[in-house]
T-cell receptor
Framework: SQQGEEDPQALSIQEGENATMNCSYKTSINNLQWYRQNSGRGLVHLILIRSNEREKHSGRLRVTLDTSKKSSSLLITASRAADTASYFCATDGRGAQKLVFGQGTRLTINP | EAGVAQSPRYKIIEKRQSVAFWCNPISGHATLYWYQQILGQGPKLLIQFQNNGVVDDSQLPKDRFSAERLKGVDSTLKIQPAKLEDSAVYLC??????????????FGPGTRLTVT
């Protein structure tokens, strides 16, 4: 079963705007990771946030984690056409020793 | 550093036939994963190896799927016999994680399987 649920399922914005994607999960976690998948390609790791962290930045990416609400968000600032992809959150549940992926958010950046 | 290699990239077979996928992980990565990704969904873990031992195969349909990791390096995933619902992208990933904590995973390009 897939633990993470991304919201929205699809998002379309103009180039230069910010994009926000949300992920909710059900059980306690060790960490949460975000991955990007371009059409027809494998997944690329973007960022890992541990359960004791609340916010993390990497370039134009900002990830927040609220363990009390069992939710995370991924913000991409100043979006570019190359950001068009599907974005997945994946959780490492306590004691699970594996990642469980959500259904993903399909992001389209319009030029 | 070379990435995760997979072959073939595409495969079309008829139902009830057999098929095998190959994966070569990043050098030195102890943990190897096989995922199934059905169109429009996230990847689902089929099997996880640490070195050449199986850590988790709880979601592997063992009546038709099998996997092995030779000498703790390369791995093959086999489906025999294939069903229509096996049509998906099969992703291989590897990680340097050697303990219970899960680190980032590095994915190969995947094999797109179509069963007709």
């Amino acid at each position: 079963s897939q633990q993470g649920e991304e919201d929205p399922q699809a998002l379309s914005i103009q180039e230069g705007e910010n994009a926000t994607m949300n992920c909710s999960y059900k059980t306690s976690i060790n960490n949460l990771q975000w991955y990007r998948q371009n059409s027809g390609r494998g997944l690329v790791h973007l960022i890992l946030i541990r359960s004791n962290e609340r916010e993390k930045h990497s370039g134009r990416l900002r990830v927040t984690l609220d363990t009390s609400k069992k939710s995370s968000s991924l913000l991409i600032t100043a979006s570019r056409a190359a950001d068009t992809a599907s974005y997945f959150c994946a959780t490492d549940g306590r004691g699970a020793q594996k990642l469980v992926f959500g259904q993903g958010t399909r992001l389209t950046i319009n030029p | 550093e070379a990435g995760v290699a997979q072959s073939p990239r595409y495969k079309i077979i008829e139902k009830r036939q057999s098929v095998a996928f190959w994966c070569n992980p990043i050098s030195g990565h102890a943990t190897l994963y096989w995922y199934q990704q059905i169109l429009g969904q996230g990847p689902k873990l089929l099997i996880q190896f640490q070195n050449n031992g199986v850590v988790d195969d709880s979601q592997l349909p063992k009546d038709r799927f099998s996997a092995e990791r030779l000498k703790g390096v390369d791995s093959t995933l086999k489906i025999q016999p294939a069903k229509l619902e096996d049509s998906a992208v099969y992703l291989c990933a590897s990680s340097s994680a050697r303990t219970a904590s899960v680190r980032e995973q590095y994915f190969g390009p995947g094999t797109r399987l179509t069963v007709t």
